[in-house]
């Protein structure tokens, strides 16, 4: 590998919030900011580059109302079908020369640039396979080298984003939980924990 890895940030920002009552994950707000504004900012600050961020449910809303300088917007039409296909449709949409690819979601505010840093920086080749871990846990973000993104792709269907792919392989777990809380917002009770 020639100069610097290129480790891409993939924002899965698509879901449509289907137990918080039909409200775009992208479109919530925390401190009066956008989930998706604030993800895509951590992405771009712990180091990635490019940042690619893929949007399904009120898409031309989010694309109308965020501010995503610096970032690629993937439309993703099958978005209802899953985590699963908005992950592959991200890793597709990657340039060739991306050595790398650390996936985020957007319903995790609690998770910034500092473990997003830290699980990048645990990147050592394109077969690396990394993610964060809280207290032992394995969690997000996740870094996958280039050599797996058509593995991750094969497996990756409905709600099941690069988790059956991961089981059984060798995972380099990076302790975070001592500079993030993975929780999602899944439901509207969620949303009450926020800061």
């Known amino acids: 590998m020639n100069g610097a890895p290129v480790v891409a940030g993939l924002l899965l920002a698509a879901g449509g919030g289907r137990r918080l009552g ?5 479109l919530l707000r925390n401190g009066g900011v956008l989930f998706v504004e604030r993800a895509a900012d951590a992405l771009l ?12 449910a009120a898409e031309a809303e ?13 439309s993703h039409r099958d978005w209802e079908s899953g985590m699963g296909s908005s ?3 991200g890793l597709a949409s990657l340039p060739p020369e ?3 690819a650390l996936v985020a979601l957007v319903d995790q505010p609690g998770i910034g640039d500092e ?9 050592v080749s394109r077969e690396t ?12 973000p996740v870094l996958l080298g280039a050599a797996h993104f058509a593995g991750v792709a094969r497996e990756a269907r409905g709600d099941q984003g690069a988790r059956g792919y991961l089981r ?5 777990l990076v302790e975070c939980g001592d500079v993030a809380t993975p929780a999602d917002i899944d439901e509207p009770g969620d949303l009450a924990d926020l800061p």
């Open 22 to 26: 039909g409200r775009a994950k992208a």
């Open 45 to 56: 600050a712990a180091g990635c580059a490019p940042v690619h961020v893929v949007l399904g």
């Open 62 to 74: 989010v694309r109308a109302r965020a501010r995503l300088d610096g970032c690629a917007l993937v």
């Open 87 to 89: 992950l592959r449709a």
């Open 98 to 100: 991306v050595d790398a």
């Open 115 to 123: 473990a997003m840093a830290r699980v990048r920086g645990a990147f």
């Open 129 to 140: 396979l990394a993610a964060a871990a809280y207290e032992g846990r394995r969690g997000h």
């Open 168 to 172: 059984g392989r060798e995972v380099a």
